[in-house]
């Protein structure tokens, strides 16, 4: 095909500019040897105004500067421009050859170009109160482009911001996403007003204000909230969601990852704290699509499986420590109650506290133990009260850990211990692990093992 039958247009020029030194190798290759039969560029054979180049940028251009007079070309069909562009978005992600600059501008380019061209609206970029926004288009595309969600949203919030140099400098990728998030970021800080933030309350506070009083307070934080609950990280596959309405814990476990984070995040580090502004997140929080929950597990693109219904509750305290007025977990049982649709995940070190409440069937009722010492407490705990389902956290399973009635429980979780700023990371034995699962399938449970429970097994002869 000539090279001047063959379009080159947005969106798909420019994903990857075109690079001069490239450019001229390329040249120089086909003028001694001509185009290779065996790296057509490809086109957008159904394009409703002609041939339109999908992929091959670089090879067409080299072809008319050698005069090259006749094109290898491949052909696509596409419904529409949205999916020829996701086609030449998966063609350009693939190579391997390209710097780390390059990819960055490349993700730039193709979040731009797929925003342009969504069917239908994005959902809001702004990040709740709670922690970040939760967008299934930003999964999505960061899926398409081979980026994080992250990544994907911070781009959004740089091209959707009224800053042209920023947006000018990383396009242009003189400036990382990082980089040019943290300068909007800074930039909206200083233009808008100080946002007056939610109210919060200790136990001591909230039982201080009178009855009337405390239903008012929290009916209005509710009232302005626009919190959802927070989408967990990439590692997390077994509850994609966290709610957090209660936080903070007197335990003090040295392994302790939530005591870490409050402790660097929140102005109240790791007291126990009730945000009532956070309630009445179920009902914002838009519910996963059947087929994301009906479809297995996929890492490498959008998450699936029952953990898109599941919510981690409290990930941030402990709900039914001795310390939690009865009022508060009364009022976040009300909420899980009214909407049975999610699975919300619950997790105590004071299992036998839980007899004190009556939990409806979308609870998953969990108590921790991490010792041989807390296994009496917990069956002994479990003997007494019904839950549709009951299952037990041996995460960070500290010692080899022996059960009488595992037929209590539904499910059995195993897993280690992250490096905390008190303890460094431990994985436990492999036959601790091994002991617990033969326990577990014994007895009928359903069993889930963390990543970061073992390490490989590597032993030679003698």
């Not at 100080?194 to 934080?221: C, G, L, M, N, Y």
């Not at 909230?225 to 927070?230: A, D, L, P, V």
């Amino acid at each position: 095909m000539k090279p001047s039958e063959i379009i080159v247009r947005e969106p798909f020029s420019g994903l990857f500019p075109i690079d001069p030194r490239v450019l001229d190798a390329v040249t120089e290759s086909m003028t001694e040897t001509g185009f290779h039969e065996s790296s057509p560029v490809v086109l957008w054979s159904n394009a409703p105004d002609g041939k339109v180049l999908l992929d091959g940028h670089t090879r067409l251009k080299a072809a008319s500067v050698a005069g090259i007079a006749d094109v290898p070309t491949a052909g696509e069909d596409f419904a529409d421009e949205r999916a020829a562009l996701e086609f030449a978005i998966r063609a350009q992600r693939d190579r391997r050859s390209l710097t780390r600059d390059e990819l960055t501008r490349f993700a730039v380019a193709a979040i731009a170009r797929l925003d342009a061209r969504k069917p239908v609206g994005r959902p809001s970029k702004t990040p709740s109160p709670e922690g970040v926004s939760a967008g299934e288009s930003a999964e999505k595309t960061a899926a398409l482009v081979g980026v994080s969600r992250a990544t994907v949203e911070r781009v959004r919030t740089v091209l959707d911001s009224g800053d042209a140099e920023t947006k000018a400098a990383l396009t242009s990728g003189a400036v990382s996403v990082n980089g040019a998030y943290q300068k909007v970021r800074e930039a909206k800080k200083h233009a808008e007003p100080a946002k007056t933030p939610a109210p919060i309350f200790t136990p001591k506070e909230w039982t201080a204000k009178p009855q009337q009083e405390r239903e008012a307070v929290a009916a209005a934080a509710v009232e302005d909230s626009e919190t959802k609950f927070n989408r967990t990280n990439d590692n997390v596959e077994w509850a994609l969601w966290t709610w957090n309405p209660i936080t903070g814990c007197l335990h003090d476990c040295a392994y302790c990852y939530a005591r870490d984070i409050a402790e660097r995040f929140y102005p109240q580090k790791f007291v126990p704290t009730i945000h009532p502004a956070r309630f009445g997140a179920s009902t914002r929080t838009p519910f996963p699509p059947s087929e994301r929950i009906a479809a297995p597990f996929d890492q490498a693109a959008v998450k699936g499986g029952i953990g898109e219904k599941n919510v981690f509750t409290c990930s941030m305290a402990d709900l039914f420590g001795k310390w939690v007025p009865s009022e508060w977990v009364e009022k976040v049982l009300d909420e899980i109650r009214s909407n049975p649709k999610w699975n919300y995940l619950l997790l105590t070190k004071f299992p036998q506290r839980l007899a004190d409440f009556d939990f409806p069937d979308n609870a998953w009722v969990g108590t921790t133990v991490d010792t041989q010492a807390r296994v009496a407490a917990a069956e002994k705990a479990f003997e007494r009260f019904d839950a549709k389902v009951k299952w037990l956290s041996c995460e960070p399973m500290m010692e080899r850990l022996t059960f009488k009635r595992l037929d209590l429980f539904d499910w059995v979780v195993i897993g280690g211990a992250s490096k905390s700023t008190q303890t460094p990371e431990f994985k436990p034995p492999f036959e601790w692990a091994c002991h617990l699962y033969t326990q577990a399938k014994a007895a009928g449970c359903s069993v889930y093992m963390k990543t970061n429970l073992l390490d490989r097994v590597r032993e030679y002869p003698s």
